[in-house]
């Protein structure tokens, strides 16, 4: 391996930028030179591809965002698509990838594995849903994001007597509203693994107002229902104002945190030692703060992720 390219795809994630800087100085530490492909896959198909220089990553370790760009290019999916992104590497001599991103990016590194160009994946996303990782690059971020939002919606739901239902990303998975529950200190905590009842939730909602509780926060996953039906719905029976904020993209942002910036750091180097060593189709992560990698099939096929339970208990014990 003399020149490896790296990309950033899918959603964007703090610590996706720390994560290319570490690519390129590790790789560049190795002898390496090093290729910024933009636009994730997409600009691997419009052969959108420029090297990278110790320079060229100044000033990003702190900056949310992708400097590379990312991309949603369904397209790849097809041979076809796949097989001019090939050439292009060809023509630059680009010998090996490193692929940041979450589930669909990984798919992508894998299909481009097995047609011979070796990709080592890492974990940026938000979502913390990727296996065969403790944790994704951008989690805790988005965390500190989320526990901001809830803190202000604590000081005006209490100040106005208010339910505050907030709905947090994840997709199908509800480990930032977990956390962001326990660290929010939220009174109720819905998330997909263990869906909703909602004649259940208004009823612990009544019986608090009962006691002459005035106001509660209420930790939500997106996509598990809507929260402003929901939110009308609360107010409806309980009699208190009732509001639904939707986190949404604010969620993305922001600067990466010690942690991701850590997190992102170690694996951009550890990536560039497995390509060195003639891995591919490897997917990295941390476990027990040891830095592993797995069979990217293996992993998104067989190595589900446990659900937390004991923390979402927590959230419920402190609640
Ligand atoms: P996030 O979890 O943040 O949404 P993601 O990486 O899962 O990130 P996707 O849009 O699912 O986001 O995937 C990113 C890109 O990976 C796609 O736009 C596409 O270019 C490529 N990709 C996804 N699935 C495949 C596949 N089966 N084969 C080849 N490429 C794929």
Redesign the pocket.
Same mark, same amino acid.
């Given at each position: 391996v003399k020149k490896i390219g790296v990309l950033t795809? %899918? +959603? #964007?994630?703090p610590g996706m930028n720390a994560a290319v800087r570490a690519v390129v100085r590790a790789g560049i530490d190795q002898g390496l030179q090093v290729y910024g492909v933009y636009d994730?896959?997409?600009g691997l198909y419009e052969n959108h591809i420029e090297e990278l220089t110790r320079r060229s990553v100044s000033n990003i370790i702190n900056r949310g965002g992708t400097v590379l760009g990312?991309?949603?290019?369904?397209?790849?999916?097809?041979l076809s698509v796949?097989e001019k992104a090939v050439e292009n590497l060809k023509a630059a001599n680009i010998d090996a990838l490193v692929?940041i %991103? +979450? #589930?669909?990016?990984?798919?992508?590194?894998?299909?481009?594995t097995e047609m011979g160009y070796p990709c080592i994946g890492l974990p940026?996303?938000?979502?913390n849903?990727?296996n065969g990782t403790d944790y994704t690059i951008g989690f805790f971020t988005a965390l500190n994001t989320v526990l901001e939002a809830i803190d202000r919606l604590r000081d005006t739901s209490t100040s106005h007597h208010r339910i505050s239902i907030v709905e947090i990303m994840g997709?199908h998975c509800g480990d930032l509203t977990v956390s962001a529950a326990i660290g929010g200190g939220a009174e109720f905590c819905i998330v997909p693994e263990r869906g909703l009842d909602e004649a259940d939730l208004i009823a612990k909602l009544k019986a608090q107002v009962g006691r002459g509780k005035k106001h509660a926060i209420v930790a939500l996953t997106e996509k598990v229902t809507d929260a402003n039906a929901l939110a009308q719905k609360i107010e409806a029976e309980t009699g208190l104002e009732t509001r639904a904020t939707i986190l949404g993209h604010i969620q993305r942002g922001g600067n990466p945190t010690a942690f991701d910036r850590l997190l992102a750091s170690r694996m951009g180097s550890y990536a560039v030692d497995l390509l060195v060593q003639g891995e591919g189709g490897r997917c990295v992560g941390i476990h027990n703060d040891q830095l592993v990698h797995h069979d990217i099939i293996d992993a998104m096929e067989n190595m589900r992720r446990p659900f937390n339970d004991k923390l979402f208990d927590l959230s419920i014990k402190l609640a």
């Open positions: 795809s %899918g +959603g #964007d994630s994730g896959y997409l990312s991309a949603r290019f369904p397209q790849f999916k097809e796949r692929v %991103g +979450g #589930d669909g990016s990984y798919m992508g590194a894998k299909a481009l940026g996303t938000i979502d849903d990727i997709r």
